[in-house]
């Protein structure tokens, strides 16, 4: 996760990126239906309690706040930590300290759902081709400046763990 060139986070983790994983390649070649029960996520800063790199302690701050957000069904992304405290699953944290977050589907994968198209938007079993248009996202967003992070700096990163279920249909 980095801060904009403005110094502001609003950073995105969607299911849609499944395809990016090896091991999911590698199971969607055996099944062709899958559904996303949950992922979790890890955060680590690159400069705990220090100034990101590049940055100067007369010039920025350290670390900022920064809200989660847990988007279902396709819900657009906010555009303000006001409007991100209103949603359901709403956490709260710093950009300076390691933190877990879950994104948890909404949906129920033990209902009889039988996969009726390949192109559309879904967040319950779907086909093992048709992952971009699956939906799920949690946003990370800090409020607007000031105080802002340095422009455009490399903040820490994320390990992501999806919790994914696979079937055959015959």
Known sequence: MSSSGAGIVNSTISNSVL??????????????????????????????????????????????????????????????????????????????????????????HDTETVVSSLTAPTQSWCTTNNVSNYQGTLQFLSQSAPPALPFSQVLGTFMVHWDVLFRVRS
């Open 19 to 108: 395809t990016s994983q090896a091991d999911f390649v590698s199971l969607s070649s055996v099944f062709n239906e899958f559904f996303v029960v949950k992922f979790m996520v890890r955060w680590i800063p690159v400069s705990r309690y220090q100034y990101p790199l590049g940055g100067s302690s007369t010039l920025s701050v350290a670390n900022v706040p920064i809200g989660k957000a847990d988007l279902q069904h396709g819900q657009a992304a906010y555009s303000s930590m006001s409007l991100l405290a209103d949603n359901f699953a709403v956490g709260y944290h710093s950009t300076g300290d390691p933190f877990t977050e879950h994104w948890v589907n909404t949906e129920k």
